[in-house]
């Protein structure tokens, strides 16, 4: 038997080589299924891990280790045990020691002792790293807090009251606080609860825990999460994974710090897109190679007719005669598996960009080995199906050079793909693209083409009798080919389903990463945003416009996500041209001020200021004038007086206001003698000040006149509280300080210059506050007390917050707020197309004026990583199978070409008899090859636009947990343009070539 197949298979090598090309492609694309499902989840996990907050994507172990005078070997071995048990991930972990120790300057303090593998290198430090055992370094909260200082003693105790004595070596601050590194809430910033103060950390070097009062300290294994513990194909697996995981470690002491569940809800998400992005796209393509195979086997059993009639007429029976034929496909098809499962794996990895899952290798192989196993057994029963009616014909009909039509199996056919399709249209339109659904564009597309191809032969039949009666030869037989032929419409049908599959991949695809770019556009903001390190939010403002002096690629930037509503001010005269700004955010002259703003005092840039002023009070006042130094945004207080009784002027050196560009006048505050600390008290009740000029001296200068002393618009008191009396008339400010109660809390003595409108001007996207319906609205703004705001426009959306947030204007934020910190996320915006030499330049100006940038995010990094996310991926997936299925029909195209080579020789031989010219038949062959390319381009375009349009394939391939812009809903004409010439010129091209022996046969007999 297998010689016999050996045989025939030799005698007809172009079917057999189209068998094995459409076996190969089913192979690789049944194993790229389940390869891309498990590469493409890890690498989704991965993306999940890598864009999660800090604290989501650490994995944290913990246990006691005792030193017992060697902390090194303990922290070594706590190392080694736990990587025995946990296999760790390509970054390095990071290893500590804490143990908490009570401060001898209150009791209800707590300070965690520390060691931790680079601590330094992520600190600011003021003085010098501990580098030697009892040497130590505290944060400045600390230092503030306890009363020491560099060089001095720091004395703690145990539980036990055993006491120990560390000598502090330098004062630091935290230099990335948001970053990776201090995530770990072990080693994070003090807090308070349940009415004691935890301080922060005082780190020291690792040797300092060989004390014995250290014993029994708590070691910290912190690494990033690794992708195989929440990857995978199931959230079962991932959950009996963490189980078993957290057992092992139990069993040996250890505490697992579980992962995030806002993580495993991201990563779930993404496998559950990837999940339905491959269901759909691996079932067409199956589906697709199979309807490529039942078009080649329906072929190849033409041209098989006369060896079934010759073996019947030999006597053999029906089963040997279907063994026969069968193996002329199977043996093809066993030979491709071994090219076609590397072909799919090494395809699925390229698109998923990662390996398999190593915790589910296993299961994957099975998965992959079950796949390519019954697609093969599904694609060679296709097959045995399309030789079952010539097993079944008898033998005078097998010798007829003409089959018959067999109309009546071709409609019942149409209405079974009608009758499929249309219920998997209902289970889209009812429940979604679930079990049937999946495959519903597909099977839309089958139905559309296939009435199509009926339409086309209809069309076709009319054409060619038409242009018969006109003596159009040519025309004529190229169309009634296309009516008449045997298997035209079928592998018509083949074709346009395969370029609208193709249509609705590529726009999927191309949606898709237009909806991802305008996503990191309104997250990001602008084209790349730098984290800084700065002073002050003063600093940070005219160290930007210092780097960027025409104010067209760089931007300060001071974000608040933690204030409600959250708030991002940016530098208003500067957004449009930096920002990413959209229509949606409104416009951004709304953060100025409707009218004219007014003109602002002189910067003070003396050595010396002189005051006149009156006190109507029976003591000596004193003024305390705070200045802001403009560049540097540091705070000085010039503290004139005292003042005695009536009309005096008085004088006070000025330190730190050098030019350029000097200092600006802030507010003053009133105040009496000083205390028993040497620090000026509040003033008695019932004092007043009337403040008539004030000057600076060397060089001279007004700095305050009467016409601004007198204008009350310049001038206010607190914000919030009982306040100072601050009156502006007749050209002076008088301050006049409240009488209280004995038991009363004292009243603000401070007196604020107003160099920007009273009410900031914001816009405001998402509800408004519910405070704000009870009074005049007004913000928190980066740790200043309540700061009116005026909400100038509303938006739908904001940069960064989206639809829920404030926008306002930094400088008017921080001339309305004097007392605004840097409390929330110092930025500096690029504009989108800076070039990287100028991002350079920039961040060393940045440098030069003190401002320092610890990280960077751009758009195209932050495009890529959205691209490894599950939707993203699952979108690639199911354009790559689109692209296979192209290639599957234009094999099929191809083969069908081949098949037919003899028959049609025959006919040309019969009509050149009867008179047809000699150069006719080669270019019927080749303008009815082009024009069937040509058709079924353009119907594929318009089977995809109806497939679009009624189960929404296109939109499905976009749709996401993203909604603050709508997802596109059409399809783009250009896109589809470009698939319809591209899938005509391959398919032309496979056509063509399969021609290329028949028309070169033709051309000669017609040159002889």
């Not at 579980?258 to 491959?278: F, M």
């Not at 039949?461 to 037989?477: D, E, F, Q, T």
């Not at 204008?711 to 009488?739: E, F, K, N, S």
């Not at 751009?858 to 354009?879: C, M, P, V, Y």
Request: proline content about 7%; hydrophobic content about 50%; charged content about 15%.
């Amino acid at each position: 038997m297998l010689q016999l197949v050996l045989g025939a298979l030799r005698r007809r090598p172009a079917q057999a080589a189209a068998v094995f090309a459409l076996g190969v492609l089913l192979c690789a694309i049944a194993a790229a299924g389940p390869q891309f499902a498990a590469a493409a989840m890890a690498r989704a996990a991965a993306a999940d891990i890598d864009t999660a907050a800090p604290a989501q994507r650490l994995l944290t172990v913990r246990r006691g280790a005792p030193a017992a005078g060697d902390p090194e070997g303990a922290l070594a071995e706590f190392r080694r045990t736990v990587e025995a048990i946990l296999p760790p991930g390509s970054a390095r972990p990071v290893l500590g020691l804490t143990r908490t120790l009570i401060s001898i300057a209150g009791s209800a303090r707590t300070a965690p002792v520390a060691y931790r593998d680079d601590a330094c290198a992520h600190m600011r430090i003021t003085g010098v790293c501990p580098d030697a055992a009892g040497e130590a370094v505290v944060s400045r909260h600390a230092a503030n807090t306890l009363g020491v200082h560099e060089g001095d003693p720091l004395t703690l105790r145990t539980e036990a009251g055993l006491e120990v004595t560390l000598r502090v070596t330098g004062v630091y601050e935290r230099a990335d606080e948001s970053g990776e590194y201090w995530a770990e809430p072990m080693f994070g910033p003090g807090r308070i609860a349940a009415g004691e103060e935890s301080l922060d950390p005082v780190f020291v070097d690792l040797a300092t825990f060989a004390d014995a009062h250290l014993d029994e300290p708590t070691a910290v294994y912190t690494a990033p999460l690794p992708p195989w513990l929440v990857g995978g194909l199931s959230a079962g697996a991932v959950a009996e994974r963490l189980a078993a995981t957290r057992t092992a470690l139990r069993d040996k002491g250890f505490d697992l710090v579980p992962p995030s569940e806002d993580l495993l809800r991201a990563v779930d998400a993404d496998r559950g897109a990837i999940r339905r992005g491959l269901l759909a796209g691996w079932v067409q393509a199956l589906a697709l190679c199979w309807l490529a195979l039942a078009v080649v086997g329906r072929h190849t059993a033409q041209d098989r007719r006369q060896d079934v009639a010759l073996l019947k007429l030999r006597g053999a029976t029906r089963r040997r005669t279907a063994r026969l034929i069968v193996g002329q496909h199977l043996l093809p098809m066993l030979i491709a598996v071994p090219v076609g499962v590397p072909l799919g794996i090494a395809g699925a990895r390229a698109a998923a960009g990662a390996g398999v899952l190593a915790a589910d290798g296993a299961a994957i192989a099975r998965l992959t080995a079950a796949a390519v196993a019954g697609a093969l057994a599904a694609g060679v029963a296709v097959l045995a199906l399309g030789e079952a009616p010539a097993l079944r014909a008898p033998v005078a009909a097998l010798l007829r050079r003409v089959p018959p039509r067999g109309s009546g199996r071709r409609v019942t056919l149409d209405v079974v793909v009608l009758a499929v399709a249309a219920a998997a249209l209902y289970q889209v339109r009812a429940s979604g693209p679930g079990g049937v659904g999946a495959a519903a564009p597909a099977l839309v597309a089958l139905a559309a083409a296939t009435l199509l191809a009926r339409l086309f032969a209809a069309g076709s039949a009319r054409l060619g009798g038409g242009a018969l009666r006109y003596g159009r030869v040519r025309l004529a037989l190229g169309a009634l080919r296309f009516s008449r032929g045997p298997g035209v419409d079928r592998i018509f049908v083949l074709m346009a389903v395969a370029v609208a599959l193709l249509g609705l991949a590529a726009e999927g695809a191309a949606a898709g990463r237009a909806r991802r770019a305008e996503r990191v556009s309104v997250e990001l903001g602008a084209g790349q945003v730098l984290a800084v390190q700065a002073a002050n939010p003063t600093a940070l403002l005219a160290a930007v416009r210092q780097a960027d002096p025409q104010g067209r690629t760089a931007m300060a930037v001071l974000a608040d996500p933690a204030a409600s509503p959250p708030v991002l001010a940016v530098d208003a005269g500067r957004v449009a041209a930096v920002a990413d700004w959209r229509a949606q955010y409104g416009a951004p002259g709304a953060l100025q001020p409707p009218g004219p703003r007014p003109d602002p005092l002189p910067l003070i840039h003396g050595s010396a200021l002189a005051l006149t002023a009156g006190n109507a009070s029976a003591r000596p006042l004193r003024v305390l004038m705070t200045l802001r130094q403009a560049a540097a945004g540091a705070d000085l207080t010039v503290a004139l007086g005292p003042v005695p009784p009536g009309e005096h002027e008085v004088s006070a050196p000025v330190r730190g206001c050098e030019p350029p560009p000097g200092c600006r006048l802030v507010g003053l505050r009133l105040a009496g003698e000083e205390d028993a600390d040497g620090r000026p008290a509040k003033p008695p009740g019932g004092s007043a000040l009337t403040v008539r000029a004030l000057r600076q001296q060397g060089p001279d200068a007004v700095i305050l006149d009467a016409a601004n002393l007198g204008d009350q618009r310049r001038w206010r008191g607190a914000a919030a509280g009982i306040g100072m009396g601050v009156g502006a008339r007749a050209g002076a400010l008088t301050l006049r300080y409240p009488q209280r109660e004995q038991d009363a809390a004292p009243a603000d003595n401070q007196a604020y210059v107003v160099d920007t409108p009273a009410a900031v001007p914001v816009i405001l996207a998402g509800p408004a506050p519910k405070a704000w319906l009870a009074g005049d609205p007004a913000l928190p703004l980066f740790g200043a007390a309540g700061v009116r705001v005026r909400v100038a426009a509303t938006a739908p959306l904001l940069p960064v917050y989206g639809p829920a947030g404030v926008l306002a204007d930094l400088d008017a934020v921080l001339r309305a707020a004097p007392d605004a910190g840097l409390i929330g996320v110092p930025q500096v915006w690029i504009a989108r197309g800076t070039p990287p030499a100028a991002v350079d330049r920039i961040t060393e100006r940045l440098a030069a004026a003190g401002v320092s940038v610890s990280g960077a995010d751009t758009a195209t990094a932050r495009l890529d990583r959205l691209g490894r996310h599950g939707a993203a991926l699952a979108a690639g997936f199911q354009l790559l199978a689109a692209g296979a299925g192209l290639l599957l029909a234009a094999v099929a195209a191809a083969a069908a070409v081949t098949v037919q080579q003899r028959a049609r020789v025959r006919e040309w031989h019969a009509l050149r008899a009867q008179g047809l010219p000699a150069r006719a038949p080669a270019a019927v062959e080749a303008g009815g090859q082009a024009a069937l390319a040509g058709l079924a381009g353009l119907g594929g375009v318009l089977v995809a636009v109806v497939a679009d349009r009624l189960t929404g394939a296109a939109a499905a391939a976009v749709a996401d947990d993203w909604s603050w812009l709508p997802a596109p809903q059409a399809l783009r004409p250009a896109t589809l343009g470009v698939v319809g010439l591209a899938a005509v010129a391959v398919l032309a091209a496979a056509s063509g070539a399969a021609l290329l022996p028949l028309a070169r046969r033709l051309r000669a007999e017609a040159g002889r």
